[in-house]
């Protein structure tokens, strides 16, 4: 008796997070530095730089929307408009979204969009024994994700006095559940998925902005605020603790890999409008458009939020990341296996993707300064 198609597809994605799991290795205490051993300096130089890249983040001051809409026989469940978090809340949405879909009578699903959230949409679909085309504009390394610092903390996501408590919780569920699927990457090399030290720098002393986070602190292992004469560096606060940093290069292309290998297809594919989409032959569409919704559906509370990226040669040894909102404006860095990541750039409203000169040099030397700010001690 042969295997329905359906069951071989989710023992091929059953079997791949099973390697995947299987291959982690909790590394010796050793390998992961106490919070307090020493800051080894960035070269924040630019001699140093790789590339500069600008990406544009969907923005949506109520929070991203996730819900189901009907056309005729058609259905559409929408998952954008995650703002800087498409990387960190892939998975959380992603399971969310397939929950819509349990009561579909079709088994065939259409996803839009091959970033973050459409491709691991697709993934979880597949794992649920739909048969599942993935159609994208652009494919990786060619997405907004691929432009994403993708440390894994949840941010520019919402505004706080504009949603209400339901999405609060929903946003606390799908948080909570793409931080699990993380965790289950850690440390595998396919995935790019790794635990750093990280650091919250504050000239300010403790406010508002360290409150408990809505998705919880426990997700962030071994939080402490050191203040006043206690915090290093001279700074009036210094927040630190464990978190995820995920290299968006190697978890694309592994989610791809994991998707043709269950069956899945992904194809180039350019829509211009909801009636565009109405043309496939899937009646159930998952809409992971990002910015492009914008177009697709008129969403007018769907903004981007640029950002720049500098990139510097990598340092092996650097094993932290941090954020330090400093007089000249947001700066953070977060080690890759194949570059430094510096960034901190935020300009709503602003569609243009190329890099601006003076954002790079506002990072470099900011980064710089805050290297030699570190090592003094």
């Not at 189901?68 to 954008?80: C, P, Q, S």
């Not at 509370?301 to 000249?328: C, F, H, K, N, W």
């Amino acid at each position: 008796m042969m295997t329905p198609p359906s069951l071989n597809r989710r023992k091929i994605i059953a079997g791949a997070a099973a390697a995947a799991a299987a291959s982690v290795r909790v590394p010796p205490a050793s390998a992961i530095a106490p919070m307090d051993a020493p800051l080894n300096p960035v070269l924040s130089t630019p001699g140093r730089v790789i590339r500069t890249v600008a990406g544009l983040r969907p923005y949506r001051a109520q929070g991203f929307r996730l819900e189901l809409e009907r056309f005729g026989r058609r259905r559409v469940i929408h998952n954008y408009g995650h703002g800087g978090c498409g990387v960190t809340m892939s998975w959380g949405c992603a399971e969310l979204a397939a929950d819509l879909a349990a009561d579909a009578r079709t088994r065939r699903a259409a996803v839009i969009g091959a970033g973050a959230l459409g491709l691991a949409t697709a993934h979880v679909l597949l794992a649920r024994g739909f048969d599942v085309t993935v159609y994208a504009k652009d494919l990786p390394p060619y997405t907004t994700s691929n432009v994403a610092a993708a440390f894994w903390q949840p941010a520019s996501l919402f505004s706080r006095s504009a949603v209400d408590d339901a999405f609060v919780a929903t946003f606390r569920r799908a948080a909570r559940i793409a931080h699990r699927r993380f965790q289950a990457l850690a440390n595998d090399p396919r995935y790019g998925v790794f635990w750093i030290r990280s650091f919250h720098f504050s000239d300010r002393p403790r406010g508002s902005w360290r409150t408990p986070r809505p998705e919880g602190d426990d997700l962030y292992p071994g939080r402490i605020a050191l203040e006043g004469d206690d915090a290093p560096w001279g700074f009036a606060m210094v927040d630190q603790y464990h978190s995820l940093m995920i290299d968006p290069d190697r978890f694309l292309r592994a989610l791809m890999a994991d998707i043709h290998r269950a069956g899945g297809r992904i194809e180039t594919r350019l829509f211009s409008s909801a009636d565009d989409l109405f043309r496939l032959d899937e009646k159930l569409i998952f809409n992971c458009a990002g910015l492009g919704a914008k177009a697709l559906f008129d969403d007018e509370a769907l903004t981007p939020i640029r950002g720049d990226l500098t990139m510097l040669l990598p340092q092996p040894e650097i094993d932290y990341g941090y954020v330090y909102p400093s007089e000249s404006g947001m700066l953070y860095m977060f080690p890759r296996k194949g570059a430094l990541v510096l960034g901190g750039s935020h300009a709503p409203g602003e569609w243009s993707t190329a890099p601006d000169p003076a954002e790079t040099a506002r990072m470099l030397a900011g980064h710089a300064a805050l290297a030699a700010r570190l090592a003094s001690g």
